[in-house]
Each structure stands twice: as structure tokens, then as C-alpha cells.
């Protein structure tokens, strides 16, 4: 299922994020591109450059915000000035969902700025899905979470990470950003067929994917985005596009970040995968 009401019903095909080195590229040749994925936290400031070049993005091209600080599995509510910012920045850029990552991250007002693993049991499938709809409801807009690459496991675990991640969006009711990089790299770290993963996911709720390259190292892998994408994670991206369909995709650079046209050009090798997505649309609703 491509367009849905976990990404409120739209079409948006292949996207890039919106980096710094790019900007000029951008604003001065004016590439097509289908969409620019934001990190939302970087534009919530009230002025400055950033949000004076993304308004120049906006005249001309469309814009999907994506977070880093929402701490979804925190036992604390969402902070509501937070809130308050991130639902003034989705009236500015009238993007049609939000996502963010299925992690945690602050206690007690002090933050980590790290994407930390949960543990994977019914305590914080509950509270997690309480602090999603509690988002959901205040910005008014469809949430997508994004399952997170993760490098520590915790020994009270009830059920599998796509498990944990399946109860916690039929909980809250929302939307999956399924970055197929992230399964990889944990599948390695943890040793899981990753294959498992992706045909676990509820086809019907992925509302968006996202693709990236990694760093190997001698006794794990790192997500790194700064690498082509590999065959593997390509191959879980065919699979995951076979089950949900054409749904936007988003390929992430975010390190030796190389010219505009190399990671468009990277981007753009999804539309290998795409095609088929039409026919099997009927088959993912089926199996959603």
C-alpha cells in the first residue's frame, strides 16, 4: 500500500535529505527532485539562514520533516514546548507526516542526543505508544517511527525488536518509517536474518523507507551514512517495496557528503526496484 493514511495519502517517490554543502546547488541550479527530507530540529529556530533557505526550498519543491529529539520510548510525556516548535515548522512546510525514531534518549531534562535501543517489553510497548498518539493527536498529522540501528541489547527483552516495533504501531496506531539500512546493520551486530524482519513488518503501515550505506569494522558495523548503499540492503529494499509497495523513499548521506548530483544519482537507483511496486500494491494490502 503506497499512498495511506499513515502518510496522508500521497505520492511522493524519491527523495534526498537537505544538507548544508548542497544549498547553493540547489537554490542556484535547481535539480528536479521529487522531495527533501529536513531534519526538523535544525529549523525550529523563530529566524536565521537555515529557515530563511528553506523557505526558498518550499517555493519550489516539497518537504517531508523528519526528527531526532521526539525520544518516543522515554517514561516522560513529550515535552510540550518541543511540541509547540515542531507543530509550528509542519504549518510552515505543510509536510504530510512526521517521523521519528523508536528509541530513547533524555531523563529527568537531560539529553543524550543519542538514539538509544529499548528493551523490548510490554511496559514500554504501552508507554511508548502513549507518547506517540499523545504527538499524533497535538500536530494533527500522521506519525511514522523509524526503527533505529542499535549495538547493545538489553537481557529483560520480552519479543524481538520487529516485534516489539509491531505492537507499538498497532498500539499507538501509526505509521512505520522502515529504514532498511538500520535492519541490516543491526542484524549483523545481533546476528538475525534480516529477511525476517522486513516480511514481519505490517506492510500496510510503512509509510516511507529509508536507504543509506554504513561502516564495516572488524567486530561490528557502524551506520555511518557515508556510503553507497550496498547489495544487501538493496535486496532487503526490493523485498520491503515487493510488500508495501511504491512508498516514498529516502536515501540518507550524512558524512563525506559528496556532490549534489553523485547522492541523487545514488537515490535514484531505488527506481530499479520500483516498477514491480505497482503490481504488488494489491498483495501488500492483502498482507497488511
Known amino acids: 500500500m503506497a499512498a495511506s493514511r499513515f ?24 535539480p528536479v527532485v521529487d522531495w527533501f527530507e529536513i531534519i ?15 523557505d526558498q526550498i518550499l ?3 516539497r518537504v517531508v520533516q523528519h526528527g531526532v529529539s521526539m525520544y518516543f520510548g522515554n517514561s516522560a510525556r513529550p515535552n510540550r514546548d518541543h511540541l509547540k516548535k515542531l507543530k509550528r ?45 499523545e504527538v499524533q493527536d497535538y500536530l494533527e498529522l500522521p506519525v511514522a517511527v523509524e526503527n533505529v540501528s542499535s549495538y547493545a541489547e538489553f537481557h529483560l527483552s520480552e519479543m524481538t525488536e520487529w ?19 538500520n535492519i541490516y546493520v543491526s542484524s549483523r551486530n545481533h546476528g538475525f536474518d534480516p529477511m525476517d ?6 506492510a500496510g503501515r510503512v509509510a516511507q523507507t529509508h536507504i543509506a550505506g554504513h561502516t564495516e569494522f572488524k567486530k561490528y558495523i557502524l551506520d555511518t551514512h557515508d556510503h553507497p548503499v550496498i547489495d544487501p540492503v538493496w535486496a532487503l529494499y526490493e523485498r520491503a517495496i515487493e510488500r508495501c509497495g511504491r512508498v516514498a523513499t529516502l536515501l ?21 526496484y520500483l516498477p514491480d511496486a505497482i503490481v504488488q500494491e494489491a498483495t501488500a494490502t492483502h498482507e497488511a
Open 89 to 133: 515548522l509542519t504549518k510552515r512546510t505543510k509536510t504530510p507526516w512526521v517521523s521519528d525514531h523508536l528509541c530513547w534518549g533524555s531523563v529527568d531534562g537531560r539529553f543524550t542526543h543519542d538514539l538509544l535501543p529499548m528493551p523490548y517489553t510490554w511496559e514500554a510497548v504501552k508507554t511508548t505508544a502513549r507518547n506517540i498518539r
Open 197 to 202: 524482519y522486513v516480511n514481519s513488518v505490517p
Open 252 to 272: 540518507e548521506w550524512d558524512d563525506n557528503i559528496p556532490t549534489f548530483d553523485e547522492v541523487h544519482a545514488e537515490a535514484l537507483k531505488a527506481n530499479r
Open 40 to 54: 526538523s530540529e535544525n529549523y525550529m529556530a523563530e529566524g536565521g539562514r537555515p529557515l530563511a533557505v528553506l
Open 59 to 61: 517555493e519550489q519543491y
Open 163 to 181: 516485534e516489539f516495533l509491531n505492537e507499538v504501531v498497532e498500539e499507538a496506531d501509526c505509521g512505520i518509517l522502515l529504514d532498511v539500512n
Open 7 to 30: 502518510n496522508n495519502h500521497s505520492d511522493y517517490g524519491i527523495g534526498i535529505g537537505l544538507r548544508i554543502p548542497h544549498y547553493q546547488h540547489i537554490l542556484q541550479e535547481k
